[in-house]
């Protein structure tokens, strides 16, 4: 099965830089990568999300690459905010299969 | 974006006791429901895939037994705890997705578990 790795566990960033999270996954046939974010208690997120047939997406201050070839996808925050401050989340899935196998999580704290 | 609730969102019973969460699609047609657990600190943990109409899949390590769900309806899937023991204490969370989604999963707000 489908196994996602996520670096790294913490992340601590002074507010205005940006945080960089980085997931690898085994799996070549997933084609799915979400980004979830996660707040103490609460559901999680969907924050950005990218499918194999594309390189990068951005949405405003976040943007996911993906590079298929080493099978791994990134999550950029720029110009952090004491906000975006949680636990994010990266996972995978094969569409066919629709189950989402997810990181570890990364622990952002934005220090203001 | 779609709208899925949970109910309740708190629940503290005794140990030896079941405890039934609902999980509810309400503006989308579900045709697959997902039940995740999460320990404090740690990620998401899919326990189970259910399909409306159908048996629900059971991760390895999730005894199907011990976690009966029942997907009667494309809005309505049931996660029932039965014989709850302090360690089954956690975070549950259902998703829901369906053909108008593109397969995008959303989540409930969780129902947190307290077995004493």
């Known amino acids: 099965g489908e196994n996602v790795e996520q670096h790294p566990s913490t992340l601590s960033v002074q507010e205005g830089d940006s945080a960089v999270i980085k997931c690898t996954y085994s799996?070549?046939?997933?084609?799915?990568f979400p980004w979830y974010k996660q707040e103490l208690g609460k559901r999680p997120q969907l924050i950005i999300d990218i499918r194999s047939n594309v390189g990068e997406k951005k949405d405003q201050r976040i943007a996911v690459t993906l590079n298929k070839t080493a099978k791994h996808f990134s999550l950029h925050i720029t110009e952090t905010q004491p906000e975006d401050s949680a636990v994010y989340f990266c996972?995978?899935?094969?569409?066919?299969?629709?189950?989402?196998?997810f990181g570890t999580g990364t622990r952002l704290t934005i220090i203001p | 974006g779609a709208v899925v609730s949970q109910h309740p969102s708190w629940v503290i019973c005794k140990s030896g006791t079941s405890v039934k969460i609902e999980c509810r699609s309400l503006?989308?047609?579900?045709?697959?429901m997902f039940w995740y657990r999460q320990f404090p600190k740690q990620s998401l943990m899919l326990m189970a895939t259910?399909?409306?109409?159908?048996?629900?899949?059971?991760e390895q390590g999730v005894e199907k037994d011990k976690f009966l769900i029942n997907h009667a309806s494309l809005t309505l899937s049931t996660l029932t705890v039965t014989s709850a023991h302090p360690e089954d204490s956690s975070f549950y969370i259902c998703?829901?997705?369906?053909?108008?989604?593109?397969?995008?999963?959303?989540f409930g707000p969780g129902t947190r578990l307290t077995v004493l």
């Open positions: 996972a995978a899935t094969n569409f066919g299969n629709e189950k989402l196998t």
């Open positions: 998703s829901a997705s369906g053909l108008a989604s593109y397969n995008e999963q959303f």
């Open positions: 259910s399909n409306e109409g159908s048996k629900a899949t059971y």
């Open positions: 503006d989308f047609q579900a045709t697959t």
């Open positions: 799996d070549s046939a997933s084609n799915y």
